[in-house]
């Protein structure tokens, strides 16, 4: 599939790729400042929080939501993008120069409120606003061309489309999920000051809990994107896929449901959403991930395509099994998160590369992409890894420096490995960015 320059696709891998570097930049200093002795030059609380906030929001939400469009574009190239398509893409583009630029216009008031971490000043919260707006109109405008792209039996797998179609679904659900919860709040009893965390998590943890059906969707998309890549064998029968999709639709459509069934500030509600991800999420790509490893042997062999494919199933498992030994908040919490949505990060590398190599303008050879992936791969497990060490020995969440309390040698192997590991990692970050913008010069130089 070759994508033009000036289309959505170039525009929404152009908002993934610089929300990915801005995103490795912050992952670099709050690694570092949780790694043994240099972390202990860490000193403000605020430089730490600031950048784990930014960290996350470039992450887990602006760097899966705008690769899953690419990917929309992506698999329906051939449909020319719309005005208001590009008026979405600079919508989001002005949302995240919001989220970015905050830091850097005065005391930043970070919040350490779960999956929509905040920044409490205005001029980030109307970013976040614009993004999710501009992404979710950016989704229904493309949502037609990624339905009819499999009408003439020759396009997209089901799985692709049917997966792609319902991560719009649980973001416009997510989305319905804020705005409800808003609503509760600002009808609600007045919060002090001092329960600005409390505000924030209560406005964010719903919709946060739906959003993350929609990057586990985006991750099977991607996963049978590469697998088609691999053979043309239909990697997932329809039907099942059709029950499939329709199982996590449920979970999804259930989601702004449940304000009705508690007040939207309670601690019910809260174990409700915790419940409907525990449930909802894993069981699609656990089943992908199965028929795509049963197959295994008739899948040819592309270095990275297939090399891309494993390591991020292998990284996803990893963080799968870490959740089934969840208990409290010491950071093998932040090791399950690291596996699952470094799985996720994995297999959208993978398949950028390819899609620039296709198009002519990534000429690095196979040694480096294979040398980018692996180099991820292994990172980020090594980092999970640390992380679940140091969890395990009592480590705590969202702490840094000196008030990590390593007064263990375990502790303090598992967040050097943590520290070893997130470097290697941010390395292959700074490759994938220097491929990716090589990638765009190549295309601007072609298109003279
Ligand atoms: C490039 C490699 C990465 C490094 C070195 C890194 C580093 C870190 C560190 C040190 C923390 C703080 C953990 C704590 O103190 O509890 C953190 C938190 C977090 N990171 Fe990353 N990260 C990386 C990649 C990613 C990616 C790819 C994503 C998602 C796409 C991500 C999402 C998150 C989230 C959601 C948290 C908050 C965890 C929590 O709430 O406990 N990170 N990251």
Wanted: aromatic share 12%; proline share 3%.
């Amino acid at each position: 599939m070759v994508f033009d320059r000036k289309s959505g696709a170039t525009a929404w891998l152009g908002i993934a790729v610089v929300s990915v570097a801005f995103m490795g930049v912050y992952a670099f200093f709050v690694a570092l400042a949780r790694t043994p002795v240099i972390g202990a030059m860490f000193g403000d609380p605020d430089f730490f929080r600031t950048a784990l906030v930014t960290h996350v929001v470039l992450a887990v939400v602006i760097w899966f939501l705008a690769f899953i469009l690419f990917t929309m574009h992506y698999i329906t190239a051939s449909v020319p993008t719309g005005k208001g398509e590009f008026r979405a893409v600079d919508g989001a583009a002005i949302g995240v120069a919001l989220i970015v630029a905050t830091p850097f216009t005065g005391p930043a008031h970070p919040i350490l409120n779960n999956y929509v971490p905040v920044l409490d000043r205005w001029l980030y919260l109307l970013g976040v606003a614009i993004f999710f707006i501009a992404v979710a109109v950016a989704f229904l405008l493309r949502a037609r061309a990624t339905l009819d792209s499999g009408a003439n039996g020759n396009g997209p797998a089901l799985i692709t489309r049917g997966s792609l179609l319902t991560a719009g679904l649980a973001l416009i659900s997510a989305i319905l999920c804020f705005v409800i919860s808003w609503y509760g709040l600002s009808t609600g009893p007045v919060m002090e000051e001092s329960q600005r965390r409390f505000y924030f998590e209560v406005l964010f943890w719903g919709g946060g809990h739906t959003l993350q059906f929609a990057n586990g969707l985006g991750l099977m998309a991607v996963w049978s994107i590469l697998a088609s890549k691999l053979t043309s064998e239909n990697i997932l029968d329809d039907k099942v896929t059709k029950g499939l999709l329709a199982v996590i639709a449920l979970f999804i459509i259930s989601a702004p449901l449940q304000y009705f069934i508690y007040d939207h500030d309670s601690v019910e509600l809260r174990s409700l959403f915790t419940s409907l991800k525990g449930w909802g999420l894993s069981f699609g790509p656990i089943i992908l991930g199965a028929a795509i490893f049963v197959k295994r042997k008739n899948l040819s062999e592309n270095p990275v395509a297939s090399r891309g494919l494993f390591l991020s199933m292998f990284l996803f498992a990893l963080g799968g099994a870490i959740a089934l030994t969840l208990s409290g908040s010491d950071t093998r919490v932040p090791a399950h998160y690291h596996g699952v949505i470094g799985g996720v990060t994995l297999c959208f590398m993978t398949l950028a590369q390819l899609a620039v190599t296709e198009n002519g303008w990534l000429t690095v050879s196979e040694k480096w992409k294979k040398i980018q992936i692996t180099l991820y791969g292994m990172g980020q497990s090594l980092f999970v890894i640390g992380l679940y060490i140091g969890g395990t020995r009592g480590a705590q969440r969202k702490t840094f420096g000196t008030s990590q309390q390593l007064d263990d040698a375990m502790k303090y192997f598992g967040m050097s490995v943590m520290g070893i590991g997130g470097l290697m990692a941010v390395t292959s970050g700074v490759f994938f960015v220097i491929f990716m913008l090589k990638s765009f010069n190549a295309g601007r130089k072609k298109a003279l």
